[in-house]
Nanobody, 115 residues
Framework: QVQLMESGGGLVQPGGSLKLSCQGSGFIFSGNNIAWHRQAPGKEREWVASITSDNVANYEASVTGRFTVSRENAKNTVYLQMNSLKPEDTAVYYC?????????WGKGTLVNVSS
């Protein structure tokens, strides 16, 4: 079955960096676009970034220039490098893949940006 597993979250000070990973299984990883989303406390889930199967990356405006999405198909993994983190980046981060008519999600990893 399709599975996505995020890792790499944690507590970081403002201005710091974290690198999240999303490992997929149960589908042809290299042939699919993968997206990152986040959900802050009390807010709706929002799209953050995505990377196509052709390695084209797109970013939400507030993270452009600070976050970088990349993929390593040999490891069925997509990464989200987050630099210059701000308190407002605090959220649970999820990766997702859309297969035919269904969007699959991981369980998320918590990023807490706080001093």
């Amino acid at each position: 079955q399709v599975q996505l597993m995020e890792s790499g979250g944690g507590l970081v000070q403002p201005g710091g960096s974290l690198k999240l990973s999303c490992q997929g299984s149960g589908f042809i990883f290299s042939g699919n676009n993968i997206a990152w989303h986040r959900q802050a406390p009390g807010k709706e889930r929002e799209w953050v970034a995505s990377i196509t199967s052709d390695n084209v990356a797109n970013y939400e405006a507030s993270v452009t220039g600070r976050f970088t999405v990349s993929r390593e198909n040999a490891k069925n993994t997509v990464y989200l490098q987050m630099n210059s983190l701000k308190p407002e980046d605090t959220a649970v981060y999820y990766c997702s893949v859309f297969l035919r008519t269904t969007q699959f999600w991981g369980k998320g990893t918590l990023v807490n940006v706080s001093s």
